[in-house]
Every structure is written in C-alpha cells, then in structure tokens.
C-alpha cells in the first residue's frame, strides 16, 4: 500500500494551484452572469432561443448569434467587450480544467519520476488549448 502524500506547507504549486481553483470557480459564475445580463439588456430575450442565449452566456462569440433573429451582429455582438469576456472565461475555465486533470493524473501517477512529464504534458496541452481558443476568439470577430 502506499502512503499518502501530504503537500508542504506554505506558498507551493498545490497551495497556489488550490486557491486559483476556487477563485476561477467564481470567476466562471461571475462572467457568465455578466454575459448573460448583458444579452438580455441587449434583446436576447425577445431575439435568441434559449440554446442559443446559454452557448452565449458561457462563450459569448458571435457566431452563436448568426443564427438567431438579431439582424445585424456586428455593431452590439462582435465588440471588444464581449472578447474580452471570452478571454477571460476561456482563460478561467481552461486553467481550471488544466488543473483539475493534473490533479486526477496525480493521483494515479502518484510521487514518482513520472510526475514532473504528466505535469509538463498538461501544461503543454493547456498552452495549446488557449492558444487555439483565442486564435478562435480574434477570427471570429472579423
């Protein structure tokens, strides 16, 4: 059987990694009320679906707009408002997801000469998401 690991205490990855989990958490239920208020002060309750108000609410990118009854996105949907709050709620929730996975790989990689691959292949991994996710963002506002 193995033992346990007890992190170190004080400033570490853990602590640090920890801490921001709980504030992403929050931050991701912050901005997607914020997105959520913004669309309904701009018409999404009478002009969008309910589908369509939710994929905007969590990732407010105007191509899930395009679709609906708004007859012109560009001028209230495709501003630099809304991509900052994609920024962000990508930022967040990949970050947290990225930290969520290495803590689920650590547990079954457990100390070992494995455990600084597993973190740097996650790092990797969360760099490239992000960096494909804004690629997403900045295209799509052209």
């Known amino acids: ?5 007890a992190p170190n205490r004080g400033l570490n990855l853990d602590y640090l990694m920890w801490l921001f989990t709980r504030i992403s958490g929050l931050g991701i239920i912050l901005l997607a009320l914020i997105g959520l208020a913004a669309a309904m002060y701009m018409g999404a309750r009478l002009q969008m679906d309910l589908p369509t108000v939710l994929r905007w609410t969590f990732l407010p990118n105007p191509s899930h707009v395009v ?3 708004i007859p012109d996105v560009v001028p209230g949907w495709a501003n630099a408002f809304w991509q900052i709050m994609q920024f962000l709620i990508v930022f967040f929730a990949f970050t947290h997801a990225a930290n969520g996975i290495r803590m689920i790989a650590e547990d079954y990689v457990g100390h070992t000469l494995w455990q600084p691959f597993v973190r740097a292949f996650i790092a990797l991994l969360w760099v490239a998401m992000t960096i494909i996710a804004f690629y997403v963002i900045i295209g799509s506002a052209y």
């Open 1 to 5: 059987m193995r033992s346990h690991y």
């Open 67 to 69: 679709n609906s009854n």
